[in-house]
């Protein structure tokens, strides 16, 4: 059984993180972006509205035993392919990455250089937040931490 209860504080909780690195961000340009929190069965996470420029913004917090090990972040295949399908041309599809609660990584996925991501099967719990952990392959991009867009400190 899911801890519903669980993952929604969780999601909560990366949406204000994000909420925070992306004001800050912006703040750089001279303006406040603007965030709204999509259901659970949309294909990415938030909107964002930010200089005349929208985008659709995908969360994934990670849990890494050692941040200074750390090459690539996971997304899986279906992810990507989902995010790219519901998003039009004239809006940016990011996806932010919340390792460890230190460090942030920003990807552009329409810019990522594919020849350059390791492409395979990744073994994972089929879902999170539950008692009882039944394991998964599922095809995944490893994208290099080198290719982000942003990256820095979660404060």
Not at 33 to 52: F, H, L, N
Not at 62 to 71: F, I, K, S
Not at 82 to 92: A, D, F, M, R, S
């Amino acid at each position: 059984m899911i801890d519903v209860y669980k993952m929604n504080l969780q999601e909560q909780k990366d949406f204000d993180v994000t909420q925070k690195i992306m004001t800050k961000i912006f703040a750089a340009y001279g303006c406040v972006p603007q965030m709204t929190k999509m259901d659970e069965y949309s294909p990415y996470d938030a909107k964002m509205r930010a200089k005349k420029r929208k985008y659709h913004v995908e969360i994934k917090e990670r849990n890494v035993p050692c941040l200074e090990d750390l090459e690539t972040l996971p997304l899986k295949v279906k992810k990507y392919c989902n995010i790219l399908e519901n998003t039009p041309e004239n809006i940016t599809p990011i996806i932010i990455y919340l390792v460890n609660d230190e460090k942030y990584y920003i990807f552009n996925l329409r810019d990522l250089d594919l020849n350059k991501v390791d492409i395979r099967n990744w073994v994972i719990p089929k879902v999170n937040y539950t008692e009882k952990k039944e394991y998964d392959k599922v095809p995944t991009f490893f994208i290099p931490i080198q290719m982000a867009n942003y990256n820095g400190l979660i404060s």
